[in-house]
């Protein structure tokens, strides 16, 4: 990811606010999508991405931020604590990414991932015995599984598949930001990654599903 | 590249597509304008606590110039004629301090000399306190 160019937040620390759009415009959508994960609402993520632009904006005119840091670490801690903030604003309970609540008796590990979500392919709009590869597994199909799946993942897994996936932070960098243990992000990350391989092979064939991504 | 590998490839970008998510289209206009805002504000700030820094300064200087004026005059007439009395008493204070303290390094310095530094410090630190937890938290 391009990290901010030094020079820049010394001008803008001179008083140069226009350079501070080249920020915004690097980082707003990465930084929406982590808000819209936490706050799930766009009008409310809009506004808590807006305070966070100006929380950064204040740290760099006032010096207050370090160059030691990252600054892209630095900008999505502010990104997070203040959906955080937000999110404690607009619900009656805290943001909570450590802990995943389990209340089915039988529960096997990751069942957390798909308890909100049922894949739905309709089999009987292709024929899988005569058709082609490329036209069994249609690309939408495959794509609407896997947005219905992101889609419905605790937060406690989409917060730091973002964080890792579109904001582009190191396991450690995301254990420091949430204070989780660096295992609990890697685990969370490997387990996200194998239900979805599940769930793909089990709607599709593997032969069929690598011919697929080979086409 | 193996089969392993481009699943995986397969799946990532899957999933990178998925997450991704985009503001509306004027945000950026929206969010430059608080900046801007922001900004003018900061300044506005800045003006005030310099003002204030200035007026609270100045009101410590005044207070602090006219006790010691008064002390001065008050202690020059009174102590003849009230030795046991209050400014009296803090300059032989500061008369023993002076001598005791500074007697030791060979210096002498006079009470009054003393008492000079001791109240401009008393200034300073004042000044500090009010500035750390008065103005800077009003201000930051």
């Not at chain 1, 599984?145 to 605790?154: A, K, L, Q, S, V």
């Not at chain 2, 003006?47 to 008064?70: H, Q, R």
């Amino acid at each position: 990811m391009n990290e901010v160019n030094p020079e820049i937040l010394s001008r803008i620390r001179q008083g140069e606010t226009n350079l501070f759009k080249e920020i915004v415009d690097i980082y707003k959508d990465r930084a929406f999508s982590l808000t819209i994960k936490i706050l799930k609402n766009r009008e409310e993520s809009e506004d808590a991405l807006q305070e966070s632009f100006l929380r950064l904006f204040r740290a760099i005119s006032s010096d207050s931020y370090e160059a030691k840091a990252k600054f892209s670490t630095y900008f999505y801690t502010i990104v997070y604590n203040t959906a955080v903030d937000y999110y404690r604003k607009y619900n009656s309970g805290s943001f909570n990414v450590t802990s995943i609540e389990i209340h089915e008796a039988n529960y096997n590990d990751g069942d957390e991932l798909t308890r909100d979500f049922e894949p739905n392919v309709d089999r009987s709009l292709y024929d899988t015995e005569s058709m082609s590869t490329e036209r069994n597994i249609e690309t939408a199909e495959v794509t609407s599984i896997i947005r219905g799946y992101i889609n419905t993942i605790p937060q406690q897994y989409s917060v730091i598949l973002n964080m890792f996936f579109i904001n582009e932070l190191s396991h450690e960098e995301i254990s420091t930001i949430l204070k989780i243990p660096l295992g609990t992000v890697k685990n969370r990350i490997f387990r996200a990654k194998e239900k979805l391989k599940e769930i793909l092979f089990r709607e599709f064939n593997k032969e069929e599903l690598i011919e697929y991504i080979k086409v | 590249m193996n089969d392993f590998n481009k699943i995986e490839e397969f799946l990532e970008s899957g999933i990178k597509e998925s997450l991704t998510e985009s503001t509306s289209l004027n945000f950026t206009e929206k969010l430059m304008r608080e900046v801007e805002m922001a900004k003018e504000f900061a300044k506005q700030d800045k003006k005030t606590y310099k003002l204030l820094n200035f007026i609270i300064a100045g009101v410590i200087t005044v207070i602090i110039t006219s006790g010691v004026m008064l002390a001065y005059l008050l202690g020059g007439e009174g102590a003849d004629e009230n030795p046991g009395g209050f400014i009296a008493g803090t300059k032989d204070l500061f008369n023993g301090l002076s001598a005791k303290v500074f007697g030791l390094f060979g210096i002498s310095l006079s009470g009054d000399a003393i008492m000079y530094v001791f109240f401009a410090g008393a200034a300073i630190i004042m000044f500090s306190l009010i500035d750390r937890f008065v103005l800077k938290k009003s201000y930051n």
